[in-house]
């Protein structure tokens, strides 16, 4: 929420801060991660950071890169989605949304079919393990689809067989459920 903070501490030295009130933000924008008393600012930065210091990175600077592109992917969605929910007129936005969900995610979601084709040997996007491109995909459709319920799998997913797979995997992750059930998003007012 903005202009409050919340701080969660994953590690001793690693804190997420929520505020732009508090003026930790260099851009004030949200999300902010301060760390060692210095901050990152950009939630795909952030993100590839937190996972590079716990293990969650897929090997290698290609590989990471493999997972960057995704997590840029997911960011253009957002960003899309954001742009849509803004528009004032309510038929516009109605037919924007609407557009997002039955074209531009759903094509998406077949490049993410393809690349598991072209690229998973082990049920996970990049690598024989759950990486950050796995988390970050996966945060997207849980959240937009089923605002973050830990059961069932979105609707739009039975066209790809192998994305619904994927997703199923992830979803029943012990960490991934954990999280779910336990610190479940507050998706209120947001479209992504
Ligand atoms: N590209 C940035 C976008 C950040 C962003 O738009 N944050 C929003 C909240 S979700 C924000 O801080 N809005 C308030 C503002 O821009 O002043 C990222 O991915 O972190």
Known sequence: MLGTQTRFEIEANVLFVHSSSAGISPSGQLPVLEFDGKV????????????KE??????GNFH???ADMLAGVINDLENMLTARNKEEDPAKKEEALEDADKVV???KCGY????????SKHGFFIGDKLTYAD??????????FLKGKP????????????????????????KVQHWLKTS???LTGYVY
């Open 112 to 119: 993410f079919e393809k690349f598991l084709l072209a690229n």
């Open 64 to 66: 990471q890169a493999q």
């Open 54 to 59: 716990h293990n969650l990175a897929p090997e």
């Open 105 to 107: 995610i759903p094509d």
């Open 40 to 51: 990152l600012i950009e939630s795909k930065v952030i993100l590839s950071f937190v996972a």
């Open 151 to 174: 059961e069932g799998i979105p609707e739009l997913l039975k066209a790809f067989p192998t994305l619904s797979a994927w997703y199923e995997r992830v979803r029943t992750q012990p």
């Open 135 to 144: 988390i970050v995909v996966f945060t997207f459709l849980n959240s937009h």
């Open 184 to 186: 479940p998003p507050d």
